[in-house]
């Protein structure tokens, strides 16, 4: 008589954490990091020294983790009718509503306590910084295109990369914001958006089929039959509106090499999501932080004493 198999034991808190926050999938915090280090290296002119690009690296991987528990309370009951999300902890229960928010609440206490090494400016974006972040989740059932909402969120770091470096230690007014976070900094900001609204509306064209069942909004449903060609054109927005700036700023070969390894990455991507196969999209998703990477390099290298 054979022995009775053994009982698998259950995954660990810590596990389960790691699960919560897609430690596995760095994809996520990567593609915040490129533009917020990008736009970092362009407000200090160059490197912008060891703390703030620990406090900025740091940040970006705390926040985006703690976005990821928020996101996974408030579509825990949309999550468990789409195949790639049902197992997420939350979903399947093995974490509660309340476990999931404490860990998204620490983590977020964490990131805070980076922001508060420093200036008064940073320290107040961080609000409605947070504000969007939270937000978004909640986003996709009052707006037709909720990776717009998505955008920002994943924008808000470039204001901040400039407030951190231009800010000072003084007031936090309106007038020192002005002075601090130039119109082209903005500008990177609607730049990055683009970019935002190109991949992950490639990540919702993934799962398209099974937001309609569910009755979600998203750009690929919005967009219909023009999501192919509606992706290329925000990559292009995207970027035209960094290059333009770049230039501008005096960037040049270094920097055009960058964008120049991104628009291929971007023609590739066309390939891969013209037939709107799941695998296809999900694939031009999870790579497109080398997009970034390439544009963040070409400013470090145009950037670095010669």
């Given at each position: 008589?054979?022995?009775?198999?053994?009982?698998?034991?259950?995954?660990?808190?810590?596990?389960?954490?790691?699960?919560?926050?897609r430690?596995?999938?760095?994809?996520?915090?990567l593609?915040?990091?490129?533009?917020?280090?990008g736009?970092?290296?362009?407000?200090?002119?160059?490197?912008?020294?060891?703390h703030?690009?620990?406090?900025?690296?740091?940040?970006?991987?705390?926040?985006?983790?703690?976005?990821?528990?928020?996101?996974?309370?408030?579509?825990?009951?949309?999550?468990?009718?789409?195949?790639?999300?049902?197992?997420?902890?939350?979903?399947?229960?093995?974490?509660?509503?309340?476990?999931?928010?404490?860990?998204?609440?620490?983590?977020?206490?964490?990131a805070?306590?980076?922001?508060?090494?420093?200036?008064?400016?940073?320290?107040?974006?961080?609000?409605?910084?947070?504000?969007i972040?939270v937000?978004?989740?909640?986003?996709?059932r009052?707006?037709s295109?909720?990776?717009?909402?998505l955008?920002?969120?994943?924008?808000?770091?470039i204001?901040m990369?400039?407030?951190?470096?231009?800010?000072?230690?003084?007031?936090?007014?309106?007038?020192?914001?002005?002075?601090?976070?130039?119109?082209?900094?903005?500008g990177?900001?609607?730049?990055?958006?683009?970019?935002v609204?190109?991949?992950?509306?490639?990540?919702?064209?993934?799962?398209?089929?099974?937001?309609?069942?569910?009755?979600?909004?998203?750009?690929?449903?919005?967009?219909?039959?023009h999501?192919v060609?509606?992706?290329?054109?925000?990559?292009?927005?995207?970027?035209l509106?960094?290059?333009?700036?770049?230039f501008?700023q005096?960037?040049?070969?270094p920097?055009?090499?960058?964008?120049?390894?991104?628009?291929?990455?971007v023609?590739?991507?066309?390939?891969?999501?013209?037939?709107?196969?799941?695998?296809?999209?999900?694939?031009?998703?999870?790579?497109?932080?080398?997009?970034?990477f390439?544009?963040?390099?070409?400013i470090?290298?145009?950037?670095?004493?010669?």
């Amino acid at each position: 008589m054979s022995a009775a198999p053994a009982q698998a034991h259950p995954p660990s808190r810590l596990t389960l954490y790691r699960q919560l926050i897609r430690w596995d999938r760095p994809a996520g915090w990567l593609l915040l990091l490129w533009p917020t280090l990008g736009a970092l290296w362009l407000a200090a002119d160059g490197f912008p020294g060891w703390h703030l690009l620990a406090v900025f690296t740091l940040g970006t991987v705390l926040m985006r983790s703690a976005g990821c528990c928020i996101n996974d309370v408030a579509d825990r009951e949309f999550d468990r009718h789409v195949k790639r999300t049902a197992e997420r902890p939350v979903t399947r229960g093995a974490v509660s509503v309340k476990e999931a928010l404490a860990v998204g609440a620490v983590l977020a206490l964490a990131a805070f306590a980076l922001v508060l090494t420093t200036n008064a400016l940073t320290i107040a974006l961080s609000f409605p910084a947070l504000a969007i972040a939270v937000a978004y989740p909640y986003a996709k059932r009052f707006v037709s295109m909720p990776q717009a909402v998505l955008g920002v969120a994943f924008s808000f770091g470039i204001p901040m990369a400039f407030t951190a470096v231009r800010g000072g230690h003084g007031a936090w007014d309106l007038a020192a914001l002005n002075t601090a976070v130039p119109w082209w900094a903005w500008g990177l900001l609607v730049g990055n958006l683009f970019w935002v609204l190109a991949y992950d509306t490639e990540y919702a064209m993934v799962d398209r089929d099974d937001d309609l069942k569910i009755g979600i909004q998203t750009s690929a449903i919005t967009l219909g039959r023009h999501d192919v060609n509606a992706v290329m054109s925000f990559y292009v927005l995207y970027l035209l509106t960094w290059g333009s700036i770049g230039f501008e700023q005096g960037l040049g070969v270094p920097f055009a090499a960058g964008l120049a390894a991104a628009a291929v990455q971007v023609a590739w991507h066309h390939t891969l999501i013209k037939d709107r196969s799941r695998d296809g999209c999900f694939k031009a998703f999870r790579l497109n932080h080398w997009v970034g990477f390439a544009v963040f390099a070409g400013i470090v290298f145009d950037l670095s004493p010669h």
